[in-house]
């Protein structure tokens, strides 16, 4: 019984890296058993050759999207964190805010990146606004449904001993959003990734989205390839530390 728990949780634990394994091993084997053209899908190999030839040139445009994106998702976290608690503390705002968010957070963060460079011009600022816009919407929307999910019975019972509204929400509203707090922490991470690439494509003359495009414009598709897999392990570890964060801070509300 001990030897099959032993088995069963080093499986579990080994899972992630014997699917990323496979994966990439079933590309490379897929590209060259279909004599894929490099410049249509280049193998996993010519990707990481690539990315080893150039890691100079990538190591400078990844801190860079690494930078904006990390003080996008800051202004998202505290902002959106803020409006959280403010919209989820009071059902009014709650219902008369509601309908603006979900407007404004269909609309494509593509549309608005021209209208920020014709605000702050083209480079730096614009990745971060919209890494914060894209950011900011889930936060803002997780934490003022954890704290307008509140149990009813749990606010009446502290009503009926003396407590204030702004008491109920500092004492027992937050602390019950946590977990959906650092939940959409992770999926804002990820979020803001998508956003400062999505601007340094359009309006960057550096980071990961302008050196995915100077790439493509001549025809060096495994430098693309290699530029999308750095930004898929810069999201894949921030994602980790958002995580960790959440079994730090809001462990108690997870299943073991």
């Not at 403010?86 to 608005?112: D, E, T």
């Amino acid at each position: 019984m001990k030897y099959k728990r032993t088995i069963r949780r080093a499986a579990y634990s080994a899972s992630p890296w014997i699917a990323t394994i496979g994966f990439f091993l079933s590309w490379e084997l897929g590209c060259r058993l279909l004599n894929v053209p490099p410049f249509i899908l280049p193998t996993p190999s010519a990707a990481i050759g690539s990315l080893l030839e150039y890691r100079d040139g990538i190591w400078l445009n990844a801190s860079h999207t690494l930078v904006t994106t990390l003080l996008g998702f800051a202004l998202a976290v505290v902002f959106g964190a803020g409006l959280g608690v403010i919209v989820g503390g009071s059902p009014l705002l709650y219902r008369a805010l509601n309908p603006l968010l979900i407007g404004f957070n269909s609309i494509p963060k593509v549309a608005v990146v021209p209208i920020l460079v014709l605000w702050f011009g083209i480079g730096f600022v614009p990745a971060v606004l919209t890494a914060f816009l894209v950011a900011f919407f889930p936060i803002t929307v997780n934490v003022a449904t954890g704290i307008v999910t509140m149990q009813p019975e749990l606010r009446d019972v502290l009503r009926s001993l003396g407590a204030s509204r702004t008491d109920i929400l500092f004492r027992v509203g937050l602390p019950c959003s946590m977990p959906y707090f650092f939940a959409s922490l992770k999926i804002a991470i990820t979020l803001a990734f998508v956003g400062s690439v999505i601007s340094e494509t359009v309006a960057s003359n550096v980071g990961i989205g302008y050196l995915m495009m100077s790439a493509s414009a001549t025809f060096r598709v495994p430098l693309v390839f290699a530029a999308l897999l750095v930004i898929a392990g810069m999201g894949i570890i921030m994602y980790a530390a958002a995580a960790v964060l959440e079994w730090r801070f809001a462990g108690w509300a997870m299943r073991t």
